[in-house]
């Protein structure tokens, strides 16, 4: 009896056929894509089979723990991560300083590229990426400007705040910090982006206070989606959802002020009479977008809602550790304390006054220091090869950062694990360090705030 060659073979046959076209398919499309000539070691490779979905997720649990095994497998070299982000090359401080005003190194584009710019949503990230920097121009010259005029009101705001979240007993009790110190911080920021008119807005601080855990929260879990089919992935992410809604919110809250503002000045310029003139971020934005030629295409919403994304929980967060670090070492409180009072009190709320307060802005820095923002920091993309000075070259479309190692070097700071508020402080008193001992300066032995010219913009307003 004659069979066909097929309906001969044993069902091993089709498993290895099986095996040697489709697994070597789908090991092309998931494995990390290797550049060219590269010679920077993958310090935590995809297993086979699984490609990087599994690694991915892996990161985004255990980031720390995969950072801390790298830098010992290659301490004071770059290396390459799988991340949720994709492949990125970390390299080590020694790099900050070369690159950190490199033109061709761009912070706008990894941030678009990295929290899905153009899906409805995420218009924040649009903003961020902008050419003509908007936000950030508004960050480093407008709040920067004004902060002698809005010191007394966010005096008055801080005190609400503080009130409202802590009380007026002397008596010790209970109190949940992170809440706290979100809804101080919230209100306090409010004042000088919105004005006095909303800084008490209870539906607007809850979007302020909500926007930024949900915005993370839905940008990792739409990373674990295929670039490809993110754009219809969205819509059905709960998470996702959420922003959309809050953007609709912030609508109905913030477009009702601006109107009224846009009315007051119609009616001034039919009347002759001077322009009204509000201290906040509403107003410098407007200005600074005119200046540029782009008033257009901005929306004062997102703007807020962009603010609330890149400060609100930033600065929480460094509140928040100093006031831990200041708990666990009270014999510290009273020092700090006195410096306040004494400053204050020979020279009221000024710009100069708090400059003065050298000693809170060392405890401040020394908190950064003990725990950053992130571990990471200067997010760049590459548009063109460069080459750096070690001869390695960074291609095209390359994603990198920067290791904020130092922070805990020992060949740095001295008993780094101890926390001193003094640290800082003391260095200002050294030839050639007062400078960068300041809670606002940046270097690559600390970048809190990062370092070059993207480093954080609103830090000056922040420390303040």
């Avoid at 980031?63 to 497998?73: D, T």
């Avoid at 640290?423 to 809190?448: C, I, P, W």
Wanted: aromatic share 10%; with cysteine; hydrophobic share 40%.
């Amino acid at each position: 009896m004659i069979t066909s060659y097929a309906a001969s073979q044993p069902l091993s046959f089709y498993v290895a056929i099986f095996i040697f076209t489709l697994v070597p398919w789908a090991i092309r499309f998931s494995w990390p894509k290797l550049r060219k000539g590269s010679v920077v070691p993958l310090a935590n490779p995809p297993e086979l089979l699984f490609g990087t979905g599994k690694t991915r997720r892996s990161f985004v649990k255990l980031s720390r723990e995969i950072l801390a095994k790298a830098r010992n497998l290659f301490p004071d070299e770059p290396f390459r991560l799988i991340t949720d982000w994709g492949e990125v090359l970390i390299l080590p401080p020694e790099f900050a300083d070369e690159i950190r005003n490199d033109p061709r190194l761009s912070f706008s584009k990894a941030a678009m590229q990295d929290n899905h710019a153009g899906i409805p949503g995420f218009e924040t990230v649009a903003l961020v990426g902008r050419e003509d920097q908007l936000i950030q121009k508004v960050a480093r010259k407008q709040l920067t400007k004004h902060l002698s005029a809005v010191i007394e009101p966010l005096s008055r705001e801080s005190t609400l705040a503080v009130s409202l979240n802590f009380g007026e007993s002397t008596e010790w009790r209970p109190i949940r910090l992170k809440p706290a110190i979100l809804d101080i911080i919230a209100r306090i920021s409010s004042r000088i982006y919105l004005g006095d008119q909303l800084c008490r807005n209870e539906a607007w601080l809850k979007i302020t206070k909500t926007y930024t855990t949900n915005f993370y929260t839905a940008s990792t879990n739409l990373r674990m989606f295929p670039r490809s089919i993110r754009p219809l992935a969205h819509w059905f992410l709960p998470e996702c959802r959420k922003l959309r809604q809050e953007r609709k919110d912030a609508v109905g809250i913030i477009t009702p002020l601006i109107e009224r503002r846009r009315e007051l000045r119609r009616a001034a310029i039919a009347a002759g009479q001077p322009l009204p003139v509000f201290h906040d971020a509403i107003d410098w934005s407007e200005q600074e977008a005119e200046a540029a030629g782009s008033g257009s295409a901005f929306d004062p919403v997102i703007f807020q809602l962009t603010l609330s994304l890149l400060a609100i929980h930033t600065t929480y967060d460094l509140l928040q550790q100093t006031m831990i670090d200041l708990g666990r070492h009270p014999e510290y409180i009273e020092p700090l304390r006195q410096e306040v009072v004494q400053l204050l009190r020979e020279e009221g709320w000024k710009k100069t006054t708090l400059f003065k307060m050298k000693l809170l802005d060392s405890a401040i820095k020394e908190s950064q220091r003990m725990k950053p923002g992130s571990i990471v920091t200067m997010r760049r993309y590459v548009t063109e090869d460069i080459t750096l000075s070690s001869g390695l070259t960074l291609q095209k479309g390359t994603r990198l950062n920067v290791d904020n190692r130092r922070l805990d070097d020992p060949k740095i700071y001295e008993n780094p694990e101890v926390y001193n508020p003094y640290r800082f402080y003391d260095m200002r008193s050294e030839a050639g360090k007062d400078h960068g001992a300041q809670l606002v300066s940046t270097g690559s032995n600390h970048m809190g705030f990062g370092h070059g010219q993207h480093s954080c913009p609103g830090r000056f307003f922040a420390a303040n």
